[in-house]
């Protein structure tokens, strides 16, 4: 098979078309190209995420990147910026764990997938806190 010589680089998953007389490489988040040999510029703390991951396309990501970039201050490619305040997977459902990592934060970027969709939201105010939060319940 057009696969066996591993052509797909930085951990990218190799598809045989075309009776295995050709590939397709689907590249993990961060990588493109036919083989995922360039790299995406980014700076965001995102690209370990599984939201991006197993959709063989990195228009998302990409599409994030650029609407980020144009709508904040973050402007370079440093990923000095942007840190996970809460992540699902690793922090449950518990709001006392995302208010303890989000609240007053200046600007954050929310990221979800159900099932192949991706909806996100960004905010250049901070979470409210706790009171707020509780109030809203």
């Given at each position: 098979s057009s696969?066996?010589?591993?052509?797909?680089?930085n951990n990218g998953s190799c598809v045989?078309?075309?009776?295995?007389?050709d590939f397709k490489c689907e590249c993990v988040?961060?990588?493109?190209?036919?083989?995922?040999?360039?790299?995406?510029?980014?700076?965001?703390?995102?690209l370990s995420s599984s939201i991006f991951e197993n959709h063989g396309n990195t228009s998302y990501f990409e599409a994030l990147i650029g609407f980020v970039k144009t709508n904040?201050?973050?402007?370079?490619?440093?990923?000095?910026?942007?840190?996970?305040c809460f992540?699902?997977?690793?922090?449950?459902m518990n709001d006392t764990a995302?208010?303890?990592?989000?609240?007053k934060k200046s600007v954050t970027i929310t990221?979800?997938?159900?099932?192949?969709?991706i909806f996100g939201g960004y905010s250049d105010k901070?979470?409210?806190?706790?009171?707020l939060a509780r109030f809203l319940r």
């Open positions: 696969c066996e010589s591993l052509p797909c680089k045989s078309l075309y009776d295995r007389q988040p961060g990588w493109k190209e036919k083989t995922c040999s360039k790299e995406i510029p980014t700076f965001l703390d995102v904040s201050d973050q402007k370079n490619e440093s990923a000095s910026g942007w840190k996970k992540w699902l997977e690793r922090d449950g995302f208010h303890s990592g989000c609240d990221i979800a997938r159900v099932g192949k969709y901070p979470w409210g806190g706790m009171k």
